[in-house]
């Protein structure tokens, strides 16, 4: 059923939508609690049940908790596909993501059926771009390990060769998809840093170029001559893997790779590999494949590898914006309004 066929229903308000009384019709699934006040705001517009577990819910339990709503509030860690939003029913006309990244939404298949989907851009730019930089030198300064060192009470003494790492004061940083948070990274980097700039993207990012002196090239080249490697790509059929053995394969010895964009994206056999044979340097991943990563993964356990539990836009600034957009999102799809922010 289309978008209009289903305002025609009456599973949506019509074209002078009037928040509130029409929308309180409306039952709507929110699949964790998410931090500020705007589900208050929602709760004065319609019936909303919270998922109230830290740990999502089974895809078993996301199709008993779909059925017959209006709208869901979803996070990156559910699979809303088609199958689920049949389960939800007819009804269903809006999905907000609460993540910028909406790869676990299957967006075909909610056009499809009228379904708009939304998400949260911008406002989890800043925090995840200083969370790349934090990754890079991390990773680049062996902060985690030396830090562990001190934990355990192995610290014996200053030592000239203990604990050498990289800087990237004046080398070249390789930023893999020029979108929002790779601009955000290398703004950081370039200007503070003066770090040489090389990037990929399919579209033309003219205005970096003259601001940060950039220069576009194929991910080779980019591989092939960064001493720093941040992955920023979202992911769909075409990036996953886009970072595989192959790739790894051409970088330098002494370059580290940093990903705060889907843990798809890059090979982590290739990686395990690469970091066992000293072939780069080190990695910081904010994102992993599964997630959580079990602790006795070989990249858990490599010396060379920072992970963090994705965390890149946990800042309270950027959480509580994202409540934000992601009800106004809800709330604006609930009355048949252009959302937000809208990807479909
Ligand atoms: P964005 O502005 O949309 O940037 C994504 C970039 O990916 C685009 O500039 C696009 O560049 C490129 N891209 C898209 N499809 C591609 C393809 N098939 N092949 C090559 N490049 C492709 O998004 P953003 O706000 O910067 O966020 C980037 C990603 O970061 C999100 O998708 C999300 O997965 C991840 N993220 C992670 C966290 C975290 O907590 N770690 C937080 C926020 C976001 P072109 O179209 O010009 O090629």
Redesign the pocket.
């Known amino acids: 059923m289309s978008v209009s066929e289903k305002a025609a229903k009456g599973n949506r308000v019509d074209e002078t939508p009037r928040l509130g009384m029409e929308t309180m019709k409306h039952s709507v699934l929110v699949t964790r609690q998410i931090p500020g006040e705007s589900l208050q705001r929602l709760r004065e517009v319609c019936e909303v049940e919270v998922w109230p577990e830290a740990i999502p819910p089974s895809r078993e339990e996301l199709c008993r908790l779909v059925k017959g709503r209006h709208g869901l509030l979803t996070m ?1 860690s559910d699979r809303i596909d088609g199958e689920l939003m049949d389960v939800a029913g007819e009804q269903l006309c809006v999905v907000s993501n609460y ?5 676990n939404i299957d967006v075909d298949a909610a056009k499809t059926r009228g379904v708009v989907v939304g998400n949260t ?2 406002v ?2 800043d ?2 771009a200083d ?1 790349a930089v934090s990754l890079l030198f991390a990773a680049s300064r062996h902060v985690l390990p030396a830090g562990n060192q001190v934990r355990e009470g192995e610290w014996k003494t200053w030592e000239p060769t203990g604990w050498l790492g990289v800087e990237p004061s004046g080398k070249t940083l390789g930023i ?9 990274t290398a703004k950081r980097l370039v200007g503070g840093w003066g770090m040489n700039l090389l990037y ?6 003219g205005d970096v170029e003259k601001e940060l002196g950039g220069r576009r090239v194929e991910l080779d080249t980019l591989l092939a001559e960064s001493d720093f490697v941040s992955v ?8 996953r893997n ?1 970072i595989d053995a192959d790739a790894i394969g051409k970088m330098k010895s002494t370059s580290v790779l940093v990903n ?3 843990g798809e994206i890059v090979d982590q056999d290739a990686l395990v590999d690469a970091l066992n044979r000293r072939a780069i340097f080190a990695a910081g991943l ?2 992993t494949t599964p997630e959580p990563l079990p602790a006795d993964h070989a990249l858990v356990k490599s010396p060379h590898c920072v992970i963090l539990p ?5 800042t309270h600034t950027s959480r509580n914006a994202m409540s934000e957009i992601a009800v106004d999102n809800l709330i604006a799809g609930l009355a048949g309004k252009p959302l937000r922010c809208s990807v479909t």
């Open positions: 990156l993540a910028v990244g909406f790869n851009p911008d989890l730019t925090a995840t969370l893999v998809g020029m979108g929002r948070i790779g601009k955000a990929t993207s399919r579209s033309d990012q920023h790509v979202a992911l769909t059929d075409e990036t886009l705060t964009a889907r904010d994102v994705h965390i890149g836009s946990a």
